[in-house]
């Protein structure tokens, strides 16, 4: 079964209201045993796609996972990445950023962590944070040194914006292909989830106070990312705001999306010449000939 995805794709400077786009969507699947059996095909499939990859060296994936807090990113990452040669993928969970990276341009530290070509690499919030997170709260701004052009500046965003773009673009021009997902989660289904980790002894450690915080900034939240895809889904590095309510959907999805676009780059492994068979042939013959040592 293969899902058609395209309906989640954010076109090139199309407006986007997240008011208006599903959290949720009608099952794509007949149980939930079926989502795993649906979802296990996916993630042999990535494997196979994933050594591939590697094989021809000519490309590098970016998975760019943003969201709410609650939303999946990890969850999504642990599903749908668990059948891939964990020395071929490489997650990165960007946190507050540190001294030494404040001292840099915005997008430097990601920059540094990019994936090289033949393998895939994986943002758990990205560079993104930067024109949300920072957006809500402007006051961050006084960590870079640039407190005092958002406040005077009305084009400040659109200048980020238009830097993520380039570099997207000029990553794209040289093979590495982007992915973005964000995960649109309804604020009830946060709310139960919130619920949920402090209802769960198992998960108390993952409940923040600060994330209950930042969810009295919702509606900021939410204006923040609809800014942000708007102004930085392209042809070539396009957003998918994928509906995140139900986990299980949510992940055969992004696995979907995945699958799309490793699979459209129409890879093939190096071909090997007439004159290297040859020589795997001698090689073949002469360790047939030699008997097994003891």
């Known amino acids: 079964m293969k899902l058609d995805v395209s309906r989640f794709r954010v076109k090139e400077g199309a407006k986007v209201k997240l008011k208006d786009m599903p959290t949720q969507i009608k099952p794509i699947f007949a149980s939930v045993d079926d989502a795993k059996k649906l979802l296990d095909r996916h993630v042999a499939q990535l494997a196979k796609l994933q050594e591939l990859l590697y094989g021809a060296n000519q490309y590098a994936v970016l998975l760019v996972l943003q969201g709410m807090d609650t939303a999946g990113k990890d969850g ?30 915005f997008l430097w530290r990601s920059y540094a962590r990019l994936p090289r070509r033949g393998y895939i690499g994986i943002f758990n919030r990205s560079y993104y944070e930067e024109v949300v997170v920072v957006r809500v709260h402007p006051e961050l701004l006084a960590n870079e040194a640039l407190a005092h052009r958002v406040r005077k500046e009305d084009d400040f965003w659109d200048e980020r914006y238009e830097s993520i773009v380039d570099m997207e673009r000029h990553l794209h021009r040289n093979n590495t292909r982007i992915v973005k997902v964000f995960l649109h989660l ?109």
């Not at 507050?96 to 341009?105: G, I, R, V, Y």
């Not at 780059?265 to 002469?286: A, D, N, T, W, Y």
Request: with cysteine; aromatic share 8%; hydrophobic share 30%.
């Open 76 to 105: 999504v990452v642990k599903h749908v990445m668990s059948g891939v040669n964990p020395t071929g993928c490489e997650v990165t969970s960007f946190k507050q950023p540190s001294s030494s990276e404040l001292e840099h341009d």
């Open 186 to 294: 309804s604020r009830e289904e946060q709310r139960r989830r919130f619920l949920a980790r402090i209802d769960d002894p198992d998960k108390n450690w993952k409940f923040n106070s600060g994330d209950l915080h930042e969810r009295t900034f919702w509606k900021l939240y939410q204006n923040a990312y609809q800014e942000c895809l708007r102004a930085t889904s392209t042809a070539g590095s396009p957003w998918y705001v994928v509906p995140a309510d139900e986990k299980e959907t949510a992940r055969l999805i992004v696995s979907q999306i995945l699958l799309d676009t490793m699979s459209g780059l129409h890879m093939e492994f190096p071909r090997v010449s007439g004159e290297q068979r040859k020589g795997l042939q001698q090689i073949r013959e002469e360790l047939e000939s030699k008997p097994p040592t003891p």
